[in-house]
Structures are given as C-alpha cells and as structure tokens.
T-cell receptor, first 119, second 118 residues
Framework: EAGVAQSPRYKIIEKRQSVAFWCNPISGHATLYWYQQILGQGPKLLIQFQNNGVVDDSQLPKDRFSAERLKGVDSTLKIQPAKLEDSAVYLCASSLRVYSGGAAADTQYFGPGTRLTVL | AQSVAQPEDQVNVAEGNPLTVKCTYS??????LFWYVQYPNRGLQFLLKYITGDNLVKGSYGFEAEFNKSQTSFHLKKPSALVSDSALYFC????????????????FGKGTKLSVKP
C-alpha cells in the first residue's frame, strides 16, 4: 500500500514570496490533515478536511495560508505572502474514516513532509 | 485543555540495554494515545496506540507501551535498544474535547530525542 505522498521535499523562498505544497493521501482515506512542525516542537494542526470539506481550520492563519481539497483526494496548502516565522516542516497526514464514534481510534499516517525555509 | 508532556528532551542508552521514553497526559474522559517516531528528514511513522483493553500495547519494531491510568502515563519501552532506534519520539493524544464533526485532532508532545550508543 502506497503511503502519503508530498512534494516538494524542500523549498527555499524569500519572505513575501508565495509557495504551494501538494499532498496525495493514502488511497481511500477520507480525512486529510495539514500540520506545521517548527524545529524543536511537535506538529501542530493547521487544517483538517473530511472528503472535500473543511471541518477544522481554527488554527490556520487565514490572512496568509489557504488550503483546498477540491475532489476529496489530493490537497494543496498555500502560503502567500510568506514570513520568516513560517520556516518549518509541513506535514500531511490521512486517516481512513470521516467523523464517527469509531473514527477516533483511526491511525493518522504521515507523509515525509516539506521543509520550508523562508529567508 | 487536553495535553501531553514528554519530560525528557533527550534519553541516552547503551545498545542492548532497555529503554524507556516517558509520556504523561491530561485529558477529560478516556484517552486515545499514540506514539510516533521521526527519523531525520522523514515524516512521522506510527509505532502503536492505546484505545482500550490491555494496558500493555505492542507495536512496531519491538516497541511496547504501558498505559497507566492512575499515573496518567503512557511510557514507551523496548527491552533491548538498537543503534538504529536513535530518532525523535513523539507522544500524542486525541483531542476528544473537540471531537464532534472534526474527528478530534492529535495533540503532540514536544518530542524526546533517543540516542543509542554502541
């Protein structure tokens, strides 16, 4: 079974530029997550999709970050304009089911991440 | 608010010795707990999880974790460490307070760096 795919693996940009990240979840997984991992910290959720709908974007800096999952499969995360503090690893994860009592037990599987450096 | 704490920034063990990476949690209700490992320049790899049932959970690569409700802990263990186990380990808890429509997100600890010396 193929895992979660992400691209690019590395990106270096200057502040105020824009950048986009792509994620393809495990086939059949309905829920997709984007996390931000700053050096020395654990990942923190940015946004969660169930199929093609957003169910939690409370921690997404919406003035500069946007994300979409138009067909309920792959997803893109965009930053425009980037700031120095956006330097981090951006992780995509997926899990099998949408919200249900049992879905809380589902494992989230992570992609390799995109390391963003903003100069 | 729900949270996890990993009190050790780094754990050093000799190859062949047992290892323990500590995690404590704070939740309302029953906890859903997870351990992940992260190798350099790699994403997080799932090791094991506790949902319900036996307090001793067995996972990948010979790791296991013991759920202790009275001590609110979920320590990761391995009987005999390998040099290849050297990595960053993260404990996480499902955010069940916000579980409703959003499936409850994972709240991660800050991570513990495990170093296994030959």
């Amino acid at each position: 079974e193929a895992g979660v795919a992400q691209s690019p693996r590395y990106k270096i940009i200057e502040k105020r530029q824009s950048v986009a990240f792509w994620c393809n979840p495990i086939s059949g997984h309905a829920t997709l997550y984007w996390y931000q991992q700053i050096l020395g910290q654990g990942p923190k959720l940015l946004i969660q999709f169930q199929n093609n709908g957003v169910v939690d974007d409370s921690q997404l800096p919406k003035d500069r970050f946007s994300a979409e999952r138009l067909k309920g499969v792959d997803s893109t995360l965009k930053i425009q304009p980037a700031k120095l503090e956006d330097s981090a690893v951006y992780l995509c994860a997926s899990s099998l089911r949408v919200y249900s009592g049992g879905a809380a037990a589902d494992t989230q599987y992570f992609g390799p991440g995109t390391r963003l450096t903003v100069l | 608010a729900q949270s996890v704490a990993q009190p050790e920034d780094q754990v050093n063990v000799a190859e062949g010795n047992p290892l323990t990476v500590k995690c404590t949690y704070s939740v309302s209700g029953n906890p859903y707990l997870f351990w992940y490992v992260q190798y350099p320049n790699r994403g997080l790899q799932f090791l094991l999880k506790y949902i319900t049932g036996d307090n001793l959970v067995k996972g990948s690569y010979g790791f296991e974790a013991e759920f202790n409700k009275s001590q609110t802990s979920f320590h990761l263990k391995k009987p005999s460490a390998l040099v290849s186990d050297s990595a960053l380990y993260f404990c996480a808890v499902r955010d069940m307070e916000n579980y409703g429509g959003s499936q409850g997100n994972l709240i991660f600890g800050k991570g513990t760096k495990l170093s296994v010396k030959p």
